[in-house]
């Protein structure tokens, strides 16, 4: 995982963070992974940035182009599937928040 | 570290996403640990959540109230010194993203 290279504000971001069960820890990763390779394909994904500590506590930041690329991926099926295991059997506790990313700075 | 209780949005995130050298481990975890007791000081904080993986890849998410706390933590004198250290010692990359959080939910 590294740094995702956005384009110049505004654009949106999701910001998810997430403390995990360790239940089906194996099968949570296949999915991860498959939902990254899904949200790359929709129009207005902009890059991923994910990390999980040790204790599983995570944070998993998406950041797309508009609300109407976030809401394409908030319908897409088989992320709607996804969600609905993890949020019973993966997450023991999460929470998610919508951000308009209005400047920014670093290296990279 | 948990997952942040913050109110009702609008609010505001300072995303900071780095990759850190390890170097200094000890010292920075010292600094790490001493910022957050200062930044909660300031009048506006919200909450934080941070978390690094064994690859030293990281996400810290600072809540802030309003655009006027920002700038407060930001021109904070120990803090600028601590990011200057920072910026040449422990970040190989960083970048760091201002947003203006205007929805949430979850289960926490």
Do not use: C
Not at 29 to 55: D, H, W, Y
Not at 59 to 64: I, L
């Amino acid at each position: 995982m590294a740094i995702a290279k956005t384009p110049k504000p505004p654009y949106y971001a999701i910001i998810f963070t997430s403390q995990h069960t360790k239940n089906e820890w194996k099968e949570y990763e296949e999915t991860s992974a498959k939902m990254v390779e899904l949200a790359q394909k929709i129009p207005g994904f902009l890059g991923v940035e994910s990390v999980r500590n040790e204790n599983g506590f995570g944070n998993t930041t998406v950041y797309w182009k508009d609300k109407e690329s976030i809401k394409a991926w908030r319908n897409h099926k088989k992320h709607k599937k996804a969600k609905k295991h993890a949020r019973s059997i993966w997450y023991e506790k999460y929470f998610l928040r919508i951000a308009k990313v209005e400047n920014n700075y670093g290296k990279i």
